[in-house]
């Protein structure tokens, strides 16, 4: 049996002839092999390198549907910032129906690099229903942190650099053509100068709320950021220093011994 889970995504629609040129300088991954059954899941950055918002990009016919965690208007004032003389046409879709990830379902929706393993995107008109079960939130949190992946407003915002979210692997392309904010992510990819990381973590005990310091050796180094019960145990991420983010690293969290584990 299949299973889906509706995220709190805003959907802007963009049309017009230079719509995946254009969007593909807007964005962290590589749109150019976007078609019905392969989406992207990527980045929309500031021009000092730092996420605006994580975009999920899905082809519906002559229009790109794109899902993104920011509140919608921001995100579409600071397209039409960058919208000079491209054949491009931007709306919010967000009342036409909702982007939902679905598991389990074969080779419905679309395949994106959501992290989560199996996941796809699919779009779902307003008045229909996925196939299969609906997962709720606490459902999918579990999935998502049992695999360390990290969610926009909770474990990232707009402070984060890719790096630092430890997502340039599956949301960032080192290939292909310029974007806006590419060359801070290049040059902090060359150097590895980021002074924090998102890492996952396992702990005994309740799950920490977000905020709650993260300890080394006595000393503040972090706080945790998402966390939940999976397969008895604590797990969740945590943004702490990069001292403090081997796999393996001893940390305290709520007075109690926790673990740098790995991805």
Same mark, same amino acid.
């Given at each position: 049996m ?5 995220p709190?995504?805003?959907i802007?629609?963009v049309?017009g002839?230079d719509?995946?040129t254009?969007l593909?300088g807007?964005?962290?991954s590589d749109?150019s ?7 992207s899941?990527?980045l ?8 605006l ?6 082809v ?8 993104v965690? =920011?509140p919608?208007?921001?995100?579409l #004032?600071? !397209? $039409?910032h960058?919208? *000079?003389m ?6 919010d879709a967000s009342?036409e ?6 598991l389990?379902a074969g ?9 989560v393993?199996?996941a796809r995107?699919l779009w779902v008109p307003?008045g229909?229903t996925?196939p ?5 939130g ?6 998502r ?5 990290p969610a926009f407003?909770?474990d990232?915002? =707009?402070k984060?650099?890719p790096q630092e #979210?430890? !997502? $340039?692997?599956?949301? *960032?392309?080192?290939?292909?053509g310029?974007?806006?904010?590419q060359?801070v992510?290049?040059?902090?990819q ?6 924090r990381?998102?890492?996952p973590f ?7 709320a977000h ?5 080394a050796?006595?000393a503040?180094?972090g706080?945790v ?6 397969d008895?145990?604590v797990?969740?991420?945590a943004?702490?220093?990069r001292a403090?983010? =081997?796999?393996?690293?001893s940390?305290?969290i709520?007075?109690r011994a926790?673990? *740098?584990?790995?991805r």
């Amino acid at each position: 049996m299949s299973r889906w889970f509706a995220p709190a995504l805003g959907i802007i629609e963009v049309r017009g002839r230079d719509r995946v040129t254009w969007l593909a300088g807007l964005i962290t991954s590589d749109l150019s092999k976007l078609g019905p059954s392969r989406g992207s899941y990527g980045l929309v950055l500031s021009k000092v390198g730092r996420i605006l918002t994580d975009a999920c990009v899905l082809v519906d016919g002559e229009r790109l549907l794109v899902g993104v965690s =920011a509140p919608v208007a921001e995100l579409l #004032a600071h !397209l $039409e910032h960058h919208l *000079v003389m491209e054949d491009v046409d931007l709306a919010d879709a967000s009342g036409e129906g909702a982007m939902v990830f679905v598991l389990d379902a074969g080779d419905v929706g679309a395949e994106l690099m959501l992290g989560v393993e199996g996941a796809r995107a699919l779009w779902v008109p307003a008045g229909t229903t996925p196939p299969g079960d609906q997962l709720t939130g606490d459902q999918w949190e579990t999935l998502r942190l049992a695999a360390g992946v990290p969610a926009f407003g909770a474990d990232f915002d =707009a402070k984060t650099y890719p790096q630092e #979210a430890a !997502l $340039e692997a599956r949301a *960032v392309s080192f290939e292909k053509g310029c974007y806006l904010g590419q060359e801070v992510v290049c040059r902090l990819q060359m150097r590895g100068q980021v002074h924090r990381l998102l890492v996952p973590f396992e702990a005994d005990g309740p799950p920490p709320a977000h905020g709650v310091e993260v300890l080394a050796a006595g000393a503040p180094v972090g706080t945790v950021t998402s966390a939940t019960i999976v397969d008895g145990k604590v797990r969740g991420l945590a943004m702490v220093k990069r001292a403090s983010a =081997a796999p393996g690293a001893s940390l305290q969290i709520d007075g109690r011994a926790a673990r *740098v584990v790995e991805r």
